[in-house]
């Protein structure tokens, strides 16, 4: 019966998942759709990160109370590295927000079709002057080798899962409940204007993987995979390594900061607040009053 309850609860989780994921890259690629086949002749990545952004915060309203919309299987293996997260919830977790990708690439397809035909003249390409896989999946920038793409991604996914850390860390008292999904939006956008050169700025394996399984249906299964000396490792494996690193790294940041730091906002020191009862002692002993108002200073 429990087994039961558990896996009704994952099917619900990974819904949540896949519904929320399938927001955040229906928004994301149909920005970047909507910036290619406008011939934007501006490089900046501004609008594209807003759009993600924006996606962030759209799937968070839809998944976050079920799941806390984690929309990034790098994210979620983190958080089961950490025991956050049970192995086989994570997997449910991972499925659904592929499956969610894959279908947000579909609805951009569809939304655009007739703008691809207007853009390659009906034949699709997925590199070139007229070339459209990128609206779907990530591709390296010209001459840049695999490490250091992969290096970018370590470090570009690693500083998400700390700020994911901070805001999710029971202490941190900076920022409220309500605050957190803008927040999140803001440092997506942040992220994707800052690395997005070396090798589109991923930070997710579901936002690369899932679209790119949809391309094999649009430029061929052989060609998505092959493409740039086998790219397609590099945002599924950089991200969950990044995201893994920075879990720990904040865990152990955190384990340091409660047992070395002695900082009040950051111990539970209600369990083991010492009274001095001194400090309770009243002018007459059965002034009942005076002291449940000492009691009450000692005890904040």
């Not at 429990?2 to 927001?23: G, H, P, R």
């Not at 927000?97 to 947000?104: C, E, N, P, T």
């Not at 070339?131 to 970018?152: E, R, S, V």
């Not at 957190?180 to 936002?207: E, L, M, Q, Y």
């Amino acid at each position: 019966m429990a087994k039961t309850k558990a896996l009704q609860q994952y099917t619900v989780q990974f819904l949540a998942e896949c519904f929320s994921t399938c927001i955040l890259i229906l928004i994301g690629e149909a920005a970047l759709a909507n910036f290619k086949f406008a011939r934007q002749t501006s490089n900046s990545t501004l609008p594209i990160g807003i759009a993600f952004g924006v996606g962030v915060y759209s799937a968070m309203m839809v998944g976050g109370p079920i799941t806390g919309a984690h929309l990034n299987p790098a994210i979620s293996i983190a958080f089961m590295t950490i025991r956050k997260l049970k192995p086989l919830q994570c997997i449910f977790y991972i499925i659904g927000q592929i499956l969610g990708a894959f279908l947000g690439a579909l609805l951009v397809y569809l939304v655009y079709f007739n703008q691809f035909n207007v853009f390659d003249g009906g034949l699709r390409q997925m590199i070139g002057p007229n070339g459209t896989a990128d609206i779907f999946f990530t591709m390296p920038a010209k001459d840049i080798p695999q490490w250091n793409t992969f290096i970018d991604q370590v470090v570009s996914t690693g500083f998400l899962m700390i700020f994911v850390m901070a805001l999710a860390y029971d202490c941190n008292h900076m920022i409220s409940d309500v605050a957190k999904p803008f927040a999140f939006a803001i440092v997506v956008t942040a992220i994707t204007c800052a690395f997005s050169i070396n090798a589109g700025a991923a930070i997710n394996p579901a936002r690369d993987l899932g679209p790119r399984l949809f391309g094999a249906f649009v430029y061929g299964w052989n060609d998505v995979f092959h493409v740039h000396n086998y790219f397609f490792w590099i945002p599924i494996i950089g991200p969950i390594v990044g995201g893994i690193l920075g879990a720990w790294i904040y865990t152990g940041y955190t384990w340091l900061i409660k047992h070395y730091g002695h900082f009040s906002n950051t111990e539970h020191t209600d369990a083991d607040r010492k009274i001095d009862f001194q400090d309770i002692q009243t002018k007459y002993a059965d002034d009942s009053y005076e002291l449940q108002q000492k009691l009450t200073e000692v005890n904040g």
